[in-house]
């Protein structure tokens, strides 16, 4: 059975400028949208220009793709399906900060697309809110596929051999972890150096953005002169978010504010309803070698008296001393942040903790080790435990059922899909200009006899 390929058409900008001197004309009707030329041409060099690959002829498969949104898009019009303008408004912040980030500043931007960034960004909002809108549309249409285990296991038992998933090896792993203490006077040196800072931008001497791209230790946002795009509280640590919300004089710069990444001062840029664009810059304790050797002597205490006493299991160890908030409550249980599975493949570990659990045994406490913690980006002393351990096999019903069940229901959701548009097809009104109608579709019906 064929599958949907909605190519996600104008997601990234349409390159206009290099269709300027196309003549325009109307190639498809559907309903009562047309289909132009230039929009063909532009997402033809938009793929050619990413190196993007296109099925077959880009002349039949793009107006193609085109067309099929243009159905979803109408009938989501038919059931009012909206989506909220905040949600359309942070994705397109979040990826005109991801271009200029990429590019190097707004005004590059606006050179590297020939547009300014109010074009850029009206443009982007129309083609993100039709791509939120159509996920939307299939979801409703695919939200009562719901098989039953009797259904799965018949759909499992047709399955060819060939057919049959490999699930590679995976491994649930509880983790115990804290950060090394940090010297009272190296964490002076931190404040020192940041009230430094504040000194010379409150005295006018030096740019807040330029420190912040010499000396922040975010160095994401350092590369943007510390600025953090337009977010809303809730997208920020609580501490960080308190002090950013209550800034009013974009000449000033805030107090000293301790999250768990380190020390900041912000800068207030603009606010907008209720979200707010700042600067920042983030320092952190540095810590020395000795600091790290004493975390891991007292990690290796606590991994010996796990091991020689009774009275105290590695779960509740961690209840005791894990500074980690995301695994403390949950037994220290790793959480798979591209899956929200406690189940991983090796390469999706920090790669500190695959290289500590792969000759490991269930069951087994890994010596104490340094690793980087990938959400604060900062040095901490851990250890782990295997739970479970699963090799390398094909998919069954009784390990992978699940995997199995999603199987399942992304070939019934593709097979809906597709026969809706089949009958979409019947229901709507289609023309093709005689000069564009010579192509092999994916879905013949758009040529009424």
């Known amino acids: 059975m064929k599958t949907v390929k909605l190519c996600v058409i104008g997601l990234l900008l349409s390159m206009s400028a290099l269709a300027d001197n196309i003549i325009d004309e109307v190639i498809w009707i559907v309903g009562d949208e047309a289909i132009l030329r230039s929009e063909v041409e532009e997402e033809r060099m938009r793929a050619q220009y990413e190196g993007q690959q296109i099925t077959g002829d880009p002349y039949c498969y793009i107006p193609e793709q085109i067309a099929i949104q243009k159905l979803f898009l109408h009938q989501a019009e038919l059931d009012s399906i909206e989506v909220s303008e905040s949600s359309v408004s942070h994705q397109v912040d979040m990826r005109m900060d991801y271009y200029i980030s990429q590019i190097g500043s707004k005004e590059k931007m606006e050179e590297y697309f020939r547009k300014t960034a109010s074009e850029i960004r009206e443009e982007m909002m129309g083609n993100i809110r039709n791509q939120m809108i159509i996920q939307q549309m299939q979801s409703k249409l695919t939200e009562n596929i719901k098989p039953t285990p009797a259904e799965i296991r018949r759909f499992y038992a047709t399955l060819p051999g060939d057919s049959i998933p490999v699930i590679p090896a995976q491994v649930e792993v509880q983790i115990l972890s804290f950060e090394p203490i940090v010297p009272p006077e190296e964490t002076e040196r931190v404040k020192s150096q940041l009230r430094e800072f504040t000194d010379r931008v409150m005295s006018g001497k030096t740019d807040f953005g330029m420190l912040a791209r010499l000396y922040s230790e975010d160095t994401e946002s350092a590369k943007r002169g510390g600025e953090l795009g337009f977010v809303g509280k809730g997208q920020l640590v609580t501490e960080f978010a308190d002090v950013a919300f209550n800034l009013n004089d974009p000449k000033r710069v805030s107090r ?4 768990e990444y380190g020390y900041h001062i912000i800068q207030l840029i603009e606010k907008k309803g209720d979200r707010i664009n700042c600067r920042h810059i983030l320092l952190r304790p540095r810590i020395s070698a000795t600091d790290k050797i004493k975390s891991l002597e007292k990690l290796d205490s606590i991994r010996t008296l796990i091991q020689d006493s009774a009275s105290l299991s590695f779960e509740q160890a961690v209840i005791k001393f894990s500074q980690d908030k995301n695994t403390a409550l949950n037994a220290g249980l790793m959480t798979n942040m591209n899956t929200g599975s406690s189940k991983f493949e090796f390469q999706d570990l920090p790669p500190e903790v695959a290289k500590q659990i792969y000759t490991m045994k269930e069951g087994e406490i890994s010596q104490p080790f340094i690793m980087m913690d990938p959400l604060k980006n ?20 009784i390990d992978d059922f699940q995997v199995i069940k999603s199987l399942l229901e992304q070939r019934l959701a593709s097979e809906h899909i597709h026969n ?5 097809q019947k229901d709507t009104y289609i023309h093709i200009d005689d000069n564009w109608k010579g192509c092999d579709f994916e879905y013949p019906g758009w040529i009424h006899d």
């Open 256 to 259: 000293i504010v301790q999250t």
């Open 420 to 424: 809706w548009i089949l009958k979409k």
């Open 378 to 397: 900062k040095e901490v002393c851990a250890i782990v435990k295997l739970k479970t351990k699963t090799d390398v096999h094909k998919a069954n019903l």
